[in-house]
């Protein structure tokens, strides 16, 4: 049944009953999808309907295991992949898989970075693939510059991430690109697509919104707009 694209094709039409608001989900030429990609979007809206008008929601069930203690940490799509970095000036990010008994660490982002660690990390997926794949976007920083400025530049590095048959991830380096304002909260990257968006402090303490394609040739920086909330000095 998986195989068939009219099968889910028809389910995604019966459960949206022809509303506008779910046809963003669907490329104009729908024949052009896979069925697992179909397959994944029908079974992701019903679990959220199910989950959303539950009056009994209780969890499905419980892990407990120990993670590195760094600043940024993420829990996957599906609840499988747990993403943790460390706070051991290294720069590296962990993975653990919370589907076995005993999740233990993996390195799954090793920068080699001396004296830095990861001060923000986002995703994307992409919804395309099968198996699973996403691309990962982290920023580097040292820790005594976290919070004051610095002339330093921060590295942005770019990585692809794909699921393995022998249950576990790997990843390989896209792109890498230098930025030169300190980051204003932890969360300061959101991603999607190709399209990164960083947030910053100017040089009057304003707030500044950084829109990057990373995926440009030139590293990622060729395309940019700044975006300020409100007047201010030259940055």
Same mark, same amino acid.
């Given at each position: 049944v998986s195989k068939t694209v009219a099968v889910w094709l028809d389910a995604f039409h019966w459960i949206?009953?022809?509303?506008?608001e779910w046809k963003a989900l669907l490329k104009p030429n729908s024949a052009c999808r896979v069925a697992g990609e179909l397959e994944n979007i029908v079974t992701r809206m019903v679990r959220l309907h199910r989950n959303w008008s539950s009056k009994q929601l209780v969890p499905e069930r419980i892990t407990h295991f120990y993670s590195t203690r760094g600043f940024e940490m993420a829990l996957l799509p599906g609840g499988r992949w747990f993403l943790s970095? @460390?706070?051991d000036? @290294?720069?590296c990010?962990? %993975? %653990?898989d919370v589907d076995t008994e005993? &999740?233990?660490?993996? *390195?799954l982002v090793d920068n080699d970075r001396d004296g830095q660690d990861i001060w923000a990390l986002t995703i994307s997926l992409d919804h @395309?693939?099968? &198996? $699973?794949e996403f691309d990962l976007a982290i920023e580097l920083a040292e820790e005594d510059e976290l919070f004051t400025h610095s002339g330093i530049p921060r590295k942005i590095a770019v990585w692809r991430v794909s699921s393995k048959d022998d249950d576990s991830l790997s990843a390989k380096p896209t792109c890498s690109f230098s930025v030169f304002r300190e980051s204003s909260v932890h969360e300061s990257l959101s991603m999607y697509g190709h399209a990164l968006l960083r947030v910053s402090y100017s040089s009057s303490r304003e707030t *500044? $919104? @950084?829109l990057h394609r990373w995926d440009s040739p030139q590293g990622g *920086?060729?395309?940019?707009s700044i975006l300020l909330p409100q007047t201010s000095s030259p940055l």
């Open positions: 949206t009953q022809g509303r506008n970095s @460390t706070r000036k @290294t720069g990010l962990m %993975y %653990y005993m &999740p233990a660490g993996r *390195v @395309t693939t099968n &198996p $699973f *500044v $919104f @950084t *920086v060729v395309s940019h």
